[in-house]
């Protein structure tokens, strides 16, 4: 009972840690709430920082606050990897910046990582496919059509061919659908005007992150 209570809460605050947003008020001296697309996620402070600043946030992100959680519970709670949810529940909805903050992409990303680094790669092999049919511009598409092709593809391999998964792996299925859900579900909010959405704003809103294309 204790760790079903525990795990949670001690999830949802390491993904409330606002590590963008603390690098942005501490080294950049900018609010990055106030910039921009307005959330806390590196897409809205990577333009401001070199790139090594931005591989030391993608580091605390995806490594720190993904996949060494998802990692640990995997190895000794891996009947509560459900409850990785409320890592990016508390990255996208910080309780340390009145319920704000990123996307959640980031941190998924590292959450597959510590499930399995065969997800990882067939999520990184599609998105690379995707993007490549973008011609490697806007990565947002192409990195919606990962989550959602990667689920897919391991349901019929690991049921049906078997070439690169098994049936051990399915419970991490679910928790793939959980992370695109979400994903989907983040991308169709935000500070902009509900009352003039309409149906063609949100579907720009799930595919390209933005009101329009």
């Known amino acids: 009972m204790i760790v079903v209570i525990f795990i949670p809460i001690f999830l949802y605050l390491i993904g409330s840690l606002p590590t963008s947003y603390l690098f942005g008020k501490y080294f950049l001296e900018k609010n990055i709430l106030l910039e921009g697309t307005k959330h806390s996620g590196l897409s809205n402070i990577y333009s401001h920082i070199t790139f090594d600043k931005v591989i030391y946030i993608l580091f605390l992100d995806v490594i720190i606050k993904g996949a060494l959680p998802s990692f640990l519970l995997l190895l000794y709670f891996d009947d509560y990897l459900y409850f990785l949810f409320f890592l990016i529940i508390g990255h996208n909805w910080s309780i340390f910046l009145n319920f704000k903050g990123g996307k959640g992409l980031a941190i998924s990303i590292g959450i597959i990582i510590g499930l399995s680094l065969k997800l990882f790669l067939l999520l990184l092999f ?4 995707f993007w490549a049919f973008q011609k490697f511009k806007d990565s947002s598409l ?4 990962s989550f959602l092709f990667t689920p897919i593809v391991f349901y019929y391999d690991s049921n049906y061919l078997n070439l690169f998964f098994d049936l051990y792996y399915f419970n991490k299925l679910y928790i793939l659908i959980l992370l695109l859900s979400l994903l989907i579900f983040t991308r169709t909010l935000g500070d902009r005007n509900y ?3 309409n149906f063609k704003t949100l579907i720009f809103r799930i595919i390209f992150d933005r009101d329009k294309r």
């Open 126 to 129: 599609l998105f690379v496919i």
């Open 142 to 145: 192409p990195w919606l059509l």
């Open 195 to 197: 009352s003039r959405i």
